[in-house]
């Protein structure tokens, strides 16, 4: 976490920068009342990556749902990474390595039991897409 905490956003690998991007126009969608697979999908799909979108959708969704806390987001335009976003790059590129008792370990600090698994497994997910 401490790798991508207060960060610029500008320093960060382009795969990196582009799940800032994403969680926080997930976050900006849902609380301006849109769809976040809309406001998601042109960017994505220009980056071959449409497919991540239902997993991308599904672990947020987990996040704001099934979380012990709500974690706080930037807008887009900031420039720096923030503890929550560090802390969910910190996921994604745990399942990227494949270290998934890491990826369990931050999964179980931020949701609840039940969200675990499917969290786990959509980080997974997302993380195949990203390399692909």
Known sequence: MYQYLDRSVSDLPAS?????????QWVGAMRGGRCPCAALGPTLASRQLAAMLPDFNIAMMLLDREGHAQLQFRTVACGRVSDDEALLLSLHAAAARGEEILVG??????????????????AGRIALFMAA
């Open 105 to 122: 370990r931050i999964a179980e600090a931020l949701v609840k039991p039940d969200a675990q698994r499917a969290l786990r497994f959509a």
């Open 16 to 24: 990196e920068a582009l799940l800032v991007w994403a969680m926080r």
